[in-house]
């Protein structure tokens, strides 16, 4: 069979079983045949991913070749792996795929044809397969006639490395070689690797072969088709805030950005579940039923009811659906060039304002920069806020140095007249344990006033600290919070933290000054 020789040139030979692009239902039953997952109260297959539930960042590596050497941004988030040693390792991985019942699923990534990317990926287990069916985009059964893959994914999270003869750090690892285009992932049974595996890759090919901004954000489209995007970091409200009724999602993680539209890398979303409930979210809620897969949930005791409040496992709990179990998702996952960009921040000091407008210096500057704070209780150790900066907003999926994206987008807002906003959906009058959190409710209000012209009209001021232009007024929204130094009943305590804030901001960036212009500089904070 065809299947069975394109593994041949893969290099395994098969042993056991071969499952070849399974169906939904079959990759259910298969999962519950092995005692691997349970159906929940809604339907979905629940799952443990066990020893791992996040990425493990320290353990991903790029095969260090003459594709690679001078153009990978090497250093803390890029790890070199010799290729002699990636050979080594793939063999391993072959031999032990070629001794295991293996779930073989063709997909591909981009939704805009002239940049379509084909993948082939072998996983162990047959819900990391559905996983692979939900997040990627799913072939036509035509096409998968006469599929041919670009790129391979062996997803092998019973094998485990050992360090002294792999070179791997421990037994885990996700390694990228971009000459013979494979990812090897071992050790570790999150499925998020695979995920940020291919976006890993799509932020290497589109920017530096086809000159196309790579981006971690949601996009949506309004009923004028006009775009906007949403970058963000974790817990700052990215998926919640692009999943608005009033507007068809475009999706809401994985973008890219060319000459003249932004499409979505992906064919389905990856949500977080924690804190979970229809009235908070209900476009997610409801996406979770049959077909979706639950990682690392736990249940109201004796029941199979999921307590979404329980992170006892984890609070990375996620759910992995098809883009269209959401209502008003648009197909094809394609947008026009976007009308408003929203850099999205959670800002724990409560100094920054809840919206503001950047001028493209600013909008650089902070693009760069990919602020947002932890707070106390997401990590252990932490007991009060802690500044996070990970460039574009998405520092660990970067393998280009940063500035190479922030020239992308600098260009596109020069070229199209773009706004772009920073809002702050942290806290107001005080800092984290002394102010309050921005309601969710005015941050949406802030983001319709935009996206309904409303602030074309409105007065600006300039915040002192870090030269953002703040409106003096915005529908539904009271115009008390808007000058956050405004909220402060000690106004030098709020000058003391918006100044530790700015400091830190300044501290962070030195390591982009020599990359970035005068104009990008100019547009960090005044003092």
Same mark, same amino acid.
């Given at each position: 069979?065809e299947?069975?020789?394109?593994?041949k040139?893969?290099g395994?030979?098969?042993?056991k079983?071969?499952?070849?692009?399974l169906?939904?239902?079959?990759?259910?039953?298969?999962?519950?045949k092995?005692?691997?997952?349970?159906?929940?109260s809604?339907?979905a297959?629940?799952?443990?991913?066990g020893?791992?539930?996040?990425?493990?960042?320290?353990?991903k590596?790029?095969?260090?070749?003459?594709?690679?050497?001078d153009?990978?941004?090497w250093?803390?988030?890029?790890?070199p792996?010799m290729?002699e040693? $990636?050979? =080594? /390792?793939?063999?391993?991985v072959? %031999?032990? +795929? *070629?001794?295991?019942?293996?779930?073989v699923?063709?997909a591909?990534?981009?939704?805009k044809?002239?940049?379509?990317?084909?993948?082939?990926?072998i996983?162990e287990t047959?819900?990391?397969n559905?996983?692979?069916?939900?997040?990627?985009?799913?072939p036509e059964?035509?096409e998968?006639?006469?599929?041919?893959?670009?790129w391979l994914?062996l997803?092998?999270?019973?094998f485990?490395?050992?360090?002294e003869?792999?070179?791997?750090r421990?037994h885990?690892?996700t390694?990228?070689?971009?000459?013979?285009?494979?990812i090897l992932?071992?050790?570790?049974?999150?499925?998020?690797?695979?995920?940020?595996?291919i976006f890993?890759?799509l932020?290497?090919?589109?920017?530096?072969?086809k000159?196309?901004?790579?981006m971690?954000?949601?996009?949506?489209?309004?009923v004028?088709s006009?775009?906007?995007? $949403?970058f =963000? /970091?974790s817990?700052?409200?990215k %998926?919640? +805030? *692009?999943?608005?009724s009033?507007?068809?999602l475009i999706?809401?993680?994985?973008?890219g950005?060319?000459?003249?539209?932004?499409?979505?890398f992906?064919?389905?979303c990856?949500?977080k579940?924690?804190?979970l409930?229809?009235?908070k979210e209900?476009?997610?809620?409801?996406?979770?039923?049959?077909?979706?897969l639950l990682e690392?949930?736990r249940?109201f005791e004796?029941?199979?009811i999921v307590?979404y409040?329980?992170?006892?496992?984890t609070?990375?709990?996620?759910a992995a659906y098809?883009?269209d179990?959401?209502?008003?998702?648009?197909?094809p996952?394609?947008?026009?060039?976007p009308?408003?960009?929203f850099f999205?921040?959670?800002?724990?000091?409560g100094?920054l304002?809840?919206?503001?407008?950047?001028?493209?210096g600013?909008?650089m500057y902070?693009?760069?920069s990919g602020y947002?704070?932890k707070v106390?209780?997401?990590?252990?150790?932490? %007991?009060?806020?802690?500044t996070?900066?990970?460039?574009?907003?998405?520092?660990?999926?970067l393998?280009?140095h940063?500035?190479?994206?922030a020239?992308l987008l600098?260009k596109?807002?020069?070229d199209n007249?773009?706004?772009?906003?920073l809002i702050?959906?942290?806290?107001?009058a005080g800092?984290?344990?002394?102010?309050?959190?921005?309601?969710?409710?005015y941050?949406?209000a802030m983001?319709s006033?935009?996206l309904?012209?409303?602030?074309?009209n409105?007065?600006?001021?300039?915040?002192?600290v870090?030269?953002?232009?703040?409106p003096?007024e915005?529908e539904g929204?009271?115009?008390?919070?808007?000058?956050?130094k405004?909220?402060w009943?000690?106004q030098?305590?709020?000058d003391e933290k918006?100044?530790?804030?700015?400091?830190?901001?300044?501290e962070n960036?030195?390591?982009?000054?020599?990359f970035?212009?005068?104009?990008t500089?100019?547009?960090?904070?005044l003092v």
């Amino acid at each position: 069979m065809e299947y069975l020789e394109s593994l041949k040139n893969i290099g395994i030979i098969p042993g056991k079983e071969v499952y070849y692009n399974l169906s939904v239902p079959q990759l259910i039953s298969q999962t519950l045949k092995q005692n691997q997952g349970i159906i929940t109260s809604s339907g979905a297959l629940a799952c443990d991913t066990g020893e791992f539930t996040g990425r493990s960042p320290k353990d991903k590596y790029i095969v260090l070749d003459d594709t690679t050497k001078d153009s990978i941004w090497w250093g803390e988030v890029n790890h070199p792996f010799m290729p002699e040693d $990636f050979e =080594r /390792l793939y063999d391993d991985v072959i %031999t032990h +795929l *070629s001794d295991r019942d293996i779930y073989v699923r063709d997909a591909y990534a981009c939704a805009k044809p002239e940049y379509r990317l084909n993948i082939k990926v072998i996983t162990e287990t047959p819900w990391a397969n559905l996983f692979v069916n939900n997040l990627f985009l799913r072939p036509e059964a035509k096409e998968l006639e006469t599929f041919q893959h670009e790129w391979l994914i062996l997803n092998a999270p019973d094998f485990k490395a050992v360090p002294e003869n792999h070179k791997t750090r421990q037994h885990n690892f996700t390694i990228i070689n971009f000459t013979k285009k494979v990812i090897l992932i071992g050790g570790s049974a999150y499925t998020g690797e695979i995920k940020k595996g291919i976006f890993t890759v799509l932020n290497y090919i589109l920017p530096f072969e086809k000159n196309v901004l790579s981006m971690h954000c949601s996009a949506n489209i309004g009923v004028n088709s006009d775009t906007s995007v $949403f970058f =963000r /970091l974790s817990g700052t409200g990215k %998926t919640t +805030l *692009s999943a608005d009724s009033s507007r068809q999602l475009i999706g809401d993680d994985e973008h890219g950005w060319d000459h003249e539209s932004v499409f979505n890398f992906e064919g389905g979303c990856y949500a977080k579940c924690v804190n979970l409930s229809e009235e908070k979210e209900p476009q997610i809620f409801s996406a979770i039923r049959s077909g979706t897969l639950l990682e690392n949930v736990r249940f109201f005791e004796g029941t199979d009811i999921v307590d979404y409040d329980n992170v006892s496992a984890t609070e990375n709990t996620r759910a992995a659906y098809p883009i269209d179990f959401i209502e008003n998702a648009i197909h094809p996952s394609i947008g026009k060039t976007p009308n408003n960009i929203f850099f999205l921040t959670c800002d724990a000091f409560g100094v920054l304002p809840p919206i503001s407008k950047l001028s493209v210096g600013q909008a650089m500057y902070h693009f760069i920069s990919g602020y947002t704070a932890k707070v106390a209780g997401t990590e252990a150790g932490i %007991t009060e806020p802690q500044t996070t900066f990970s460039a574009c907003f998405g520092k660990p999926f970067l393998p280009l140095h940063p500035t190479k994206y922030a020239e992308l987008l600098g260009k596109k807002l020069k070229d199209n007249n773009i706004n772009v906003w920073l809002i702050n959906t942290g806290w107001s009058a005080g800092a984290y344990g002394t102010g309050e959190r921005i309601k969710l409710a005015y941050t949406r209000a802030m983001i319709s006033a935009v996206l309904e012209n409303k602030l074309e009209n409105v007065d600006f001021m300039q915040d002192a600290v870090f030269g953002l232009q703040m409106p003096v007024e915005c529908e539904g929204v009271p115009s008390g919070i808007l000058n956050p130094k405004n909220t402060w009943d000690d106004q030098l305590a709020y000058d003391e933290k918006a100044l530790h804030l700015a400091t830190q901001f300044a501290e962070n960036f030195k390591s982009f000054e020599s990359f970035a212009d005068e104009e990008t500089i100019a547009g960090g904070p005044l003092v």
